[in-house]
């Protein structure tokens, strides 16, 4: 039987910098969720790529002294390493600059053009090359820069434009239809407020350079930057194949995750293309904070980029999406510092969870045959209050995984270790084992059963961690995910080993 499709993305990054901690922690979400639904026995298409036309790729590959073309492969390769050393998940990686995305903008672009959204006209106005982005006068601060604080610059020239301003009442009709569009719902009303406030058409093509794609039919034009990386999300879906198996089993794409600097292209820009062309748009945006670095904005002329492949490298990829998930709800601002990193990581990974499964299994492997205990009623240990506890954990989370809500549900992982061990404490096995050792079987029983459960739901969040951690307790990681109940009595049960080991202050 065929199960249902589930495609989710990241934004494409553009290939003018390094990966930095924001690109990580956009991708991690997204593969979170994306290992959630596939152990949720869906479908799931996950993709990422980078974004490698328009004017501030052309100047880096300038100042780089290298043809954009070179500069853009070498810098998407870059990209392509981050997902493995983060050991992202992903199904597909896109380039824009690859022809199977050049079909798919040129055909949605004709859709555009035949359907009379698309019009010649002059563009002249203010331009933030930074931001890929045009800004009306009003828009600006009063020191003349762009609401990010970007420079901006006066740009003349002839331009085609999208009939953006026709579709404000469609759209606004569309988001009060679909409250759950954009998450967290603060963001959803910012939108609606935008675009209330009234849009105007947009330049959707570029003369003064020809980093992009041309325009079918004007070749002294590319397309705006915006357009072309939008489309991306189309491309990978095989469009314009529209009746091929893939558009038909992932399009419309069910989440597009993306940091609230861009909410504007993917809530508004985005949708009104999608609605001009007829065609359906995605479920859901989920949209994200910024970090910061020490109290302070990261950027490059600051010189306090964060690089998650020193990171990764340094302390292992789970834990750094550990701990960029457990900081704060998607949506949030986040600061980081490597002290509050390390001692995250130590206090959760390493004496909650990791000292959890280490306590218990040497327990196990010295006082009860280094197997999984052998209980003559299975009720009783589905009875003890931490097993209930456990399952209960189980469906909160979830129920928030379902919703994106990744920091509830890493909180009731946390909250389950910290009963479990409070639940050996107040146990005490290790005077069972003189008194009572029926009773220390189940309860040793019990403890495995809430770290199976712990290990499952930590597949998503910190694979290796709790690949480790159900390898431990001699489950087929292979086999196991969500609909897997009980562990098997009478299995012999590896020699333990530390899952975690704590780093130095
Ligand atoms: N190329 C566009 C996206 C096109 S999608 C059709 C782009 N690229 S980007 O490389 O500049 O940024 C990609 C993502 O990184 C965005 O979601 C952005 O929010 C995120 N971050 C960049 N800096 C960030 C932080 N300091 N903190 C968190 N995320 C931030 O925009």
Redesign the pocket.
């Known amino acids: 039987m065929s199960r249902p499709g589930f495609y989710i993305t990241t ?4 290939v003018n910098g390094e990966p ?4 990580a ?2 991708s991690i979400i997204s593969d979170i969720i994306a290992r959630f639904f596939r152990l949720a026995g869906r479908e799931v298409k996950f993709l990422t790529g980078t ?1 490698e036309h328009g004017q501030k790729v052309q100047q880096a590959a300038q100042a780089a002294q290298m043809s954009p073309s070179d500069f853009a492969a070498a810098a998407s390769m870059k990209f392509r390493q981050l997902s493995n050393i983060l050991n992202l998940s992903n199904d597909d990686f896109i380039r824009t600059t690859e022809p199977r995305h050049f079909l798919a903008v040129q055909a949605l672009w004709q859709k555009l053009l035949d359907s009379g959204n698309i019009y010649l006209g002059k563009y002249q106005g203010w331009y933030s090359v930074r931001d890929e982005a045009f800004y009306y006068e009003q828009e600006l601060t009063p020191e003349g820069l762009a609401p990010s604080g970007s420079t901006v610059e006066w740009v003349e020239e002839p331009s085609y434009f999208f009939k953006l301003s026709v579709w404000q009442d469609q759209l606004l009709d569309f988001y009060s239809r679909h409250p759950d569009f954009i998450r967290p719902t603060g963001r959803y009303k910012e939108v609606i407020n935008f675009v209330r406030s009234g849009l105007h058409d947009l330049s959707v093509s570029r003369t003064s350079f020809d980093w992009g794609i041309p325009i079918p039919g004007d070749e002294h034009h590319v397309m705006y930057v ?1 357009l072309d ?2 489309t ?2 189309l491309t990978a879906a095989g469009y314009p194949d529209s009746s091929g198996a893939s558009y038909q089993k992932f399009w419309p794409a069910d989440l597009h995750v ?5 909410l504007r ?2 809530a508004v820009y985005w949708p009104a293309f999608l609605m001009a062309a007829e065609l359906p748009l995605p479920q859901s945006l989920l949209v ?5 670095n020490d109290g302070q904005k ?1 950027s490059k002329s600051l010189g306090n980029v964060i690089d998650p492949v020193a990171l990764a490298e340094e302390f292992g990829e789970d834990a750094l999406r550990y701990f960029l998930i457990r900081s704060m709800n998607v949506g949030q601002d986040g600061d980081f510092t490597r002290k509050s990193f390390i001692s995250r990581v130590n206090t959760d990974l390493g004496d909650k969870i990791g000292n959890l499964v280490h306590r218990t299994l040497v327990f196990i492997a010295k006082n009860a045959q280094a197997q999984i205990p052998v209980i003559a009623d299975i009720k009783v240990a589905e009875n003890e209050s931490l097993l209930i506890i456990a399952r209960q954990k189980a469906q909160l989370w979830q129920a928030h995984m379902q919703n994106y809500e990744l920091y509830k549900a890493l909180e009731q992982v946390i909250e389950l270790a910290e009963e479990a061990n409070a639940y050996i404490d107040a146990q005490a096995p290790w005077k069972l084992r003189k008194t009572d050792v029926e009773r220390m079987c189940i309860v040793l029983y019990t403890l495995l059963e809430a770290i199976h459960l712990l290990g499952v739901m930590l597949q998503p969040f910190t694979p290796k961690l709790a690949d480790n951690i159900l390898r431990m307790l001699a489950v087929d990681t292979a086999t196991d995910n969500l609909a897997a109940t009980t562990l098997v009595c009478g299995r012999a049960l590896p020699e333990p080993e530390v899952v975690f080991i704590k780093y130095l202050t």
Not at 20 to 23: D, F, L, V
Not at 258 to 262: A, N, P, R, S, V
Not at 288 to 292: A, D, I, P
């Open positions: 934004p494409i990054y553009y930095h901690i924001g690109h922690y956009t974004d915006w990386a939008l991306n999300y993306i940091g609230k600097d861009i292209f993917h994200h904070g910024w970090w910061t990261i």
